[in-house]
């Protein structure tokens, strides 16, 4: 099966400049996250979606970043304006809903976002 | 509110050592699920195991083992007879299931960089 896609791999643009990633969940995941993952930390959830709608978003800074995904299947993240703290990997990640848990997650590769 | 613990930042291994990874963790459920994962240098996180918390049989896979101890509330993870392919860093998770308040949050520590040398 295919795995999850995101893009851009690499981005660097200027503080208070606006940037937007995407993600493309592998095919029949309903479940899609979005996390920060800082260097030498651990991912942070910034978003959980079920289908088009979010589970939590109590961790995303809402007053810069935002995110959608108006069909149930692929989500965009964005930010406006940058700061120099956002920069880190963007990670998105699928997974399943059976039973009642949510199975492992599939992580794409992320986008590394560099803030000057 | 879930926490996961991973104490040991780095550790360095020579080829063919085992090696254990801790990880402890803190929620108020009766009710949870335990995951490693792996994030090798290309940066993708790759599943390893996952675990719920009415199962505290270990489970051998390979080389690869890990002790489920919920008394201690540890969930560690052995290598034994380590390789250079090894090296990585490696992220214990936690998450609700989804009928519960956190809706099936996954809550990650910092994770342990390992380093295998040859």
């Known amino acids: 099966e295919a795995g999850v896609a995101q893009s851009p791999r690499y981005k660097i643009i200027e503080k208070r400049q606006s940037v937007a990633f995407w993600c493309n969940p592998i095919s029949g995941h309903a479940t899609l996250y979005w996390y920060q993952q800082i260097l030498g930390q651990g991912p942070k959830l910034l978003i959980q979606f079920q289908n088009n709608g979010v589970v939590d978003d109590s961790q995303l800074p809402k007053d810069r970043f935002s995110a959608e995904r108006l069909k149930g299947v692929d989500s965009t993240l964005k930010i406006q304006p940058a700061k120099l703290e956002d920069s880190a990997v963007y990670l998105c990640?699928?997974?399943?809903?059976?039973?009642?848990?949510?199975?492992?997650?599939?992580f794409g590769d992320g986008t590394r976002l560099s803030i000057l | 509110a879930q926490k996961v613990t991973q104490a040991q930042t780095e550790i360095s291994v020579v080829e063919k050592e085992d090696v254990t990874l801790d990880c402890v963790y803190e929620t108020r459920d009766t009710t949870y699920y335990l995951f490693w994962y792996k994030q090798p240098p290309s940066g993708e996180l790759v599943f390893l195991i996952r675990?719920?918390?009415?199962?505290?049989q270990n489970e051998i896979s390979g080389r690869y083992s890990w002790n489920f101890q919920k008394s201690t509330s540890s969930f560690n993870f052995t290598i034994t007879a380590s390789q250079v392919v090894d090296s990585a860093v490696y992220f214990c998770a936690l998450s609700d299931p989804i009928f519960n308040t956190n809706a099936g949050k996954s809550t990650f520590g910092d994770g342990t960089t390992l380093t295998v040398k040859p």
């Open positions: 990640a699928s997974s399943e809903r059976r039973g009642g848990a949510y199975q492992p997650q599939h």
């Open positions: 675990r719920n918390s009415f199962d505290e």
